[in-house]
Every structure is written in structure tokens, then in C-alpha cells.
């Protein structure tokens, strides 16, 4: 069974995202899951008009931060794999289906996030998601953000990361990469994890049949995004530069073009 982790925080630009999220979980071609909504202490309610039975819904009563949010809705799965969701991405209606037939440690798959596609009304959503599960077109194949080594620690991207629980409970998320109300820093929290998995000898199998698509961000706070995209930076270059420094070359080039895209 796979447990989908949906951290729930919405500040107002959220509105409908979780009632797409449940749609495509809902025509998945294997129903073999839950659905665990961790409301972190969300200044706007959770308001579902789609129905789940499969969904069961925690109040955590204070900000955990997305790490620590994610940490706690592991601890409450139930599944034999984890994938997250931070109430911002949706799913190829065979994404449950081939990570179960998969189920290797570490899996993940394509992602388009380029769009804003949460944005719209859900046929529009729809519409897109039809039409890719027909032919993935060429960007959301050349979508990772390692394209050289599918397999690299660098493509652990929360967006389709699967893994088995036992490896996310031996390897939570690093609390110091929150993004949480008054702490400084964002993002690389999915990398850093990967990069620490590669290190203990775990690979990234990346399913390349299946998708999922994700929410731009606000190009309206692109600078604070990069400010706060900056500091996590310095923490991933600081605690990981012996791997990154030995085992990806181009690591620097490649990791500022991701600040540039403002993927992460």
C-alpha cells in the first residue's frame, strides 16, 4: 500500500488544489492507498467537496515546518511506501500503480512544473493531464533536475519521490531546511535527503512512465524566492560538499541553473 502525505498550508493562493489532488487520486487504475492531510496549522480551513474514503485528516495544532510535517504524517502511515505532497501536485492516473508494481527503495518519475497548472479550473487540469497521459511531451521528459544520472541523489524531488517507510523512517527530512512562518531559508530539503540516501548506497529508480504535475511558483516574489532559495543553498553545499564535489562535476553550474528555472 502506498501512503500519500499531503502537508496542508494555505496562506490563500491553495484554494481547489486539494480537491484536483484528491480527483486524480481517485481515478488512479490502483486504489491500493491512503491519503493522510496534515493541516499544519493553516490559516485557511481545509475545505474538501470531493470525497475519499480512503482520507483521514490530522489537525497538528502548530507549524511543524513542511520537514517536520512530513516527518509526522510518516510516522502515521500506514503504507509499505510514502510518497509527499505539499498540497500543490497531482498524478498520472497510473503514478500508485507503477510504484507498487516498481517497489524498489527510492523511485520517482517526470514532472511537469512550469505551468501554474493548479491554477486553473479543474478542466483545464484535466484536459492537460488526458493529454499527457496520451504522449509526455519532450519538456516534461527533459524536466530533471540531474538529467545526466536519472538515478542521482539531485532528482530526489518530492513532486514523485517514492520510497519504501522503513528508509523514511531511518532518514527523515532535515528539520534545518524548514520552510516555516519566521525561519529563514527554502527548499533543497527533497535534494538534501537525496544526497544523503546516495551516500548510504541507496539509488533513485526513476519510472519513466508515469508522471505527476506540479504548481509554478508566484513569479511576483521571484527576489525573496531567491533570497530564501540562497540560504538553504549554502546549508545543502555546506553538509553535502564532499559528494557534490566528488561526484558531480558540474554540480555548481547545474545547481544555479536550478535557482535560475526557480524549480525548487
Known amino acids: 500500500m502506498v501512503s500519500i502525505v499531503i502537508v496542508y498550508y494555505n496562506t490563500g493562493n ?38 475519499n474514503e480512503k482520507i483521514k485528516i490530522y489537525n497538528l495544532g502548530c507549524n511543524y515546518g513542511n520537514c517536520g510535517a512530513r516527518n509526522i504524517g510518516t510516522r502515521l502511515s500506514k503504507g509499505d511506501l510514502i510518497t509527499w505532497n505539499d498540497g500543490d501536485t497531482i498524478y498520472a492516473r497510473n503514478y500508485i500503480e507503477k510504484m507498487i508494481e516498481t517497489n524498489k527503495e527510492v523511485m520517482n518519475c517526470w514532472t511537469e512544473c512550469g505551468k501554474g497548472i493548479l ?26 533536475q540531474y538529467p545526466e544520472d536519472l ?10 519521490l517514492c520510497i519504501k517507510k522503513e528508509i523514511a523512517i531511518k532518514y527523515p527530512f532535515d528539520i534545518e531546511f524548514n520552510l516555516q512562518e519566521g525561519r529563514l531559508g ?70 544555479e541553473k536550478i535557482i535560475k528555472k526557480g524549480i525548487q
Open 119 to 144: 491554477n486553473f479550473p479543474l478542466d483545464i487540469v484535466s484536459n492537460m493531464l488526458y493529454k499527457y497521459e496520451i504522449q509526455l511531451p519532450d519538456n516534461i521528459i527533459n524536466s530533471v
Open 186 to 255: 527554502r527548499g533543497w530539503e527533497d535534494m538534501e535527503l537525496g544526497l544523503r540516501l546516495e551516500k548510504e548506497g541507496y539509488k533513485i529508480d526513476f519510472i519513466k512512465d508515469t508522471f505527476t504535475l506540479h504548481i509554478a511558483h508566484n513569479p511576483t516574489t521571484t527576489e525573496n524566492f531567491y533570497q530564501q532559495a540562497y540560504i538553504n543553498w549554502v546549508k545543502l553545499l555546506v553538509k553535502h560538499r564532499d559528494i557534490l564535489e566528488l561526484k558531480y562535476k558540474d554540480w555548481k553550474e547545474t545547481i
Open 14 to 51: 491553495k484554494n481547489g488544489f486539494l480537491d484536483k489532488i484528491i480527483w486524480s487520486l481517485n481515478r488512479q487504475t490502483c486504489q491500493d492507498f491512503e491519503i493522510l492531510i496534515l493541516n499544519n496549522n493553516s490559516p485557511v480551513d481545509i475545505d474538501l467537496t470531493l470525497y
Open 151 to 160: 538515478s542521482s541523489g539531485l532528482n530526489s524531488t518530492t513532486r514523485g
